[in-house]
C-alpha cells in the first residue's frame, strides 16, 4: 500500500499565477503612470487606486516594492504639481514642473526596467 500524495494547500503553480497576476498590474499601473501626462493625469489616479486595492495581496511579494515605488511616484508627482502649478506666475512654477516631469518619467521607467528584470526598484 503507497501512502497518500501530500497536496500542500496552495501548489507552487497558484503561487506563480498570483506572482504573475501581481507581476502583471505592476506593468499595468507602470502604463497608467506613463499615460497621465497624454490624459490629465486621471490614469495615474486609476493606477494609485489599483496600488492601494491589491496593496495587500502583494504584501511579502518582491512586488510590494514596485507598489510602494509607484504609490510613492504618485503622491511625490503631486505634491511638486501643486506647488509648481501655485508658482506658475512666478517663472519659477515652469522649472518646477518640467523637474516633476522628468522625475516621473525616470521613476516609471527606472520601476518598469527593475520589474522587467525581477528585482525591486532602488
Same mark, same amino acid.
Given at each position: ?22 507581476? @502583471? /498590474?505592476?506593468?499595468?499601473? $507602470? *502604463? /497608467? ?5 497624454? #490624459? %490629465?493625469?486621471?490614469?495615474? &489616479?486609476?493606477?494609485? *487606486? *489599483? @496600488?492601494?486595492?491589491? #496593496?495587500?495581496?502583494?504584501? %511579502? ?7 510602494? +515605488? ?5 503622491? !511625490?508627482? #503631486? ?6 502649478? !501655485?508658482? /506658475?506666475? &512666478?517663472? *519659477?512654477?515652469?522649472? !518646477?514642473? /518640467?523637474?516633476?516631469?522628468? +522625475?516621473?518619467? $525616470?521613476?516609471?521607467?527606472? %520601476?518598469? &526596467?527593475? #520589474? @522587467?528584470? %525581477?528585482?525591486?526598484?532602488?
Amino acid at each position: 500500500m503507497t501512502e497518500p500524495e501530500y497536496i500542500p494547500a496552495e501548489s507552487e503553480s497558484q503561487s506563480a499565477k498570483g506572482a504573475e497576476s501581481a507581476r @502583471n /498590474l505592476a506593468i499595468v499601473v $507602470y *502604463i /497608467l503612470q506613463g499615460l497621465s501626462f497624454f #490624459l %490629465g493625469g486621471i490614469t495615474a &489616479l486609476v493606477g494609485v *487606486i *489599483i @496600488n492601494y486595492v491589491k #496593496l495587500d495581496e502583494v504584501r %511579502g511579494t518582491w512586488i510590494e516594492p514596485h507598489f510602494r +515605488w509607484q504609490i510613492r511616484t504618485f503622491w !511625490i508627482g #503631486l505634491l511638486w504639481l501643486v506647488i509648481g502649478t !501655485i508658482t /506658475l506666475a &512666478l517663472i *519659477i512654477g515652469w522649472f !518646477i514642473l /518640467l523637474g516633476m516631469a522628468i +522625475w516621473v518619467i $525616470y521613476r516609471i521607467v527606472k %520601476g518598469a &526596467l527593475a #520589474l @522587467n528584470d %525581477g528585482k525591486a526598484p532602488e
